[in-house]
């Protein structure tokens, strides 16, 4: 049965799917020990980490052993694509029934980042300006949880783009001509 998906497809949702498991098995493993996971600035977000070794890997299983040792740069790409894609729909879906179970993870985050807004410098708030700042922070406590898994799929693909080109590009590797 597997051997009629293609081999670039299939290697690219097992590692999306299991990256998926890892990366939800995070978000409550912050959640559970006191950090909202939704939080933490971008460059300290673990997707970073996960998105680069499993595309790294995902990258070099598909061009050493099913490819002979060619991956074109668009091949690269899309093979994180749908990795990607996998990876954001899993945990999403996840993020929404989570917080429906669990009713304390959108509300934590609306306490803990309401208090972060509130702490910022009048400063600051000026420069980000006033106005834009009382509608976030207004729109704040009608958060819900497909809110939070929207973001967190939005923000998944803005940092895997990033990611899958510096990546695509080192492990591309075309025929010889002579």
Do not use: C
């Amino acid at each position: 049965m597997f051997k009629t998906i293609p081999r670039l497809a299939f290697i690219s949702v097992r590692n999306g799917l299991v990256a998926g498991a890892l990366g939800f098995g995070f978000i409550l493993t912050l959640y559970y020990i006191g950090k909202h996971p939704f939080l933490f600035p971008v460059y300290f977000d673990f997707r970073l980490i996960l998105f680069s070794v499993f595309m790294v890997m995902g990258l070099k299983e598909i061009r050493d052993y099913h490819q002979n040792g060619l991956l074109s740069f668009g091949e690269g790409m899309v093979s994180n694509l749908v990795f990607t894609v996998v990876f954001a729909l899993l945990i999403a879906t996840l993020i929404i029934f989570f917080s429906a179970i669990e009713p304390g993870f959108v509300s934590n985050y609306i306490e803990v980042a309401t208090a972060q807004l509130k702490s910022f410098e009048p400063a600051i708030v000026e420069k980000l300006g006033k106005t834009e700042f009382d509608r976030n922070l207004s729109a704040l406590p009608g958060t819900s949880g497909r809110d939070l898994a929207t973001d967190y799929l939005i923000k998944s693909f803005i940092i895997s783009f990033f990611i899958s080109i510096i990546i695509s590009v080192i492990l591309r590797r075309q025929p010889k001509t002579n």
